[in-house]
Structure formats: C-alpha cells, structure tokens
C-alpha cells in the first residue's frame, strides 16, 4: 500500500521569495506521482504530475516538482511566489500497476504569501 | 469542455436523516471516485465506480454507499448521518481506472450535520 507525508502542515512566506513544499512517499511498487491545489471553497486542480522520464516536472503557474526515487520524493517548489499562490497543496501517489489503485493524499500543506 | 459538477453545493441536514449527493463527470469520462475531506482526516477515499460497478473501496462503514447510471453520472449515499460525517465531499473522474492523467476534481457538496 501507499502512503504520502507532506512535512509541513503549514508554511508562510513572503511575496516574490521561493517555497518548497516537501513530500516524501512510501511504496512497494513503481508509482504515479501528482501535486495538487485548493484554494478556499473549491475542489482540487491539478498542479503537474509525474508518469515516468524526465526527473524534473514542469506544471502550471510556474511550479515544478523533483522525483527523487532514491529519497522518496516528490518535492514542489516555485522560485517566487504571488500572493494569489496562497492556497493548500496536495501531494498524492497512486500505483502504477494494475487499475486498481487509488489515489492516496497527503495531509496538505497550507502555503500563506504574505506581502 | 464542462467539468465535473457536482450537486448541490452545500447543504444542511439533521442527525439521523439520509442524503444523496450526485456527481456529473466530465464527458467521456467513464470513472468516479469519491473522497471526504476534514480538518482532522483530511482526503479520504470513499469508493471508485467504472462501468456502473464498484471498483475499489474505501474503509467507511455501510452507511456510505454509491452507484454509477449508465451515462457515468454517479450518486452516493448517506443514511443515517452523525455529527462527524460533516464534510466536504468531493467527486473525481477520469477517462479510465487508474488512468494516468489523474483525476479531475469537482467543487464538491459541502456537508453540514446539525
């Protein structure tokens, strides 16, 4: 089975600096990676994913994500952020083999830009 | 195209009473899955349905349940409410299980037990 930590429950930064939201995963099996955003009152969207190649994931509003297979990790970052990227972030995994595996989340990350 | 919608947004009921929710996936989706959402719990996992069966589930108890009509709309079910089943729930679907794109969430139906 999967699992997912996300290591920060909440993280507070300044307009313009650079964030990193951390996610490391657990599995026996090769996995599908994604991060996903909520803002307040709405579902999630989908940030980027990660299927297989390229290490480095490039996804929308300028985020992009590192597989690290040996660490089990799957970390977000942006190298400056806007006060409308406050939000809470995602990150989930889902196995890669078969149809039947869900997709199992992390607890969030809520990221707060402050001007 | 139209993304997944999900009725209603919100809405209030009373301990013991029962409520459906319904999902309308994005067309040509053929899979729904259904999460809650808490503060304490955050995502969890309800049930997935493909092709109008019940493909994988969630640890709920039996007062959670779901369908999938054949035009893919999908409902769930909540009977007897309790104060902790206030949540928001949110439907997602995709092309296929465990199809690779991910899911695409709806906005969800907030819940709230009173």
């Known amino acids: 089975a999967q699992s997912v930590t996300q290591l920060d429950s909440q993280v507070p930064v300044f307009e313009e600096a650079p964030v990193e939201l951390r996610c490391n995963y657990s599995s026996s099996v090769s996995v599908y990676l994604f991060w996903y955003v909520q803002y307040p009152n709405q579902g999630l969207q989908l940030l980027l994913k990660y299927l297989s190649g390229s290490t480095l994931v490039k996804g929308i509003n300028g985020f992009e994500a590192e597989f690290n297979k040996s660490q089990t990790s799957f970390h977000l970052r942006k190298p400056s952020v806007h006060i409308s990227d406050t939000a809470e972030y995602f990150c989930?995994?889902?196995?890669?083999?078969?149809?039947?595996?869900?997709?199992?989340f992390g607890k969030g990350t809520k990221l707060t830009v402050n001007p | 195209k139209a993304g997944v919608t999900q009725t209603p947004r919100y809405l209030i009921k009373t301990r013991g009473q029962q409520v459906t929710l319904s999902c309308s996936p994005i067309s040509g989706h053929r899979s729904v899955s259904w999460y809650q959402q808490t503060p304490g719990q955050g995502l969890q996992f309800l049930f997935e349905?493909?092709?109008?069966?019940?493909?994988n589930k969630g640890n709920f108890p039996g007062r959670f349940s779901g369908r999938q009509f054949s035009n893919s709309r999908s409902e769930m079910n909540v009977s007897t409410l309790e104060l902790g089943d206030s949540a928001l729930y949110l439907c997602?679907?995709?092309?296929?299980?465990?199809?690779?794109?991910?899911?695409?969430f709806g906005s969800g139906t907030r819940l709230t037990v009173v």
């Open positions: 989930a995994v889902r196995g890669s083999q078969g149809g039947s595996e869900k997709l199992v």
């Open positions: 349905y493909f092709s109008e069966t019940q493909r």
């Open positions: 997602a679907s995709s092309l296929a299980m465990g199809w690779e794109d991910g899911y695409t």
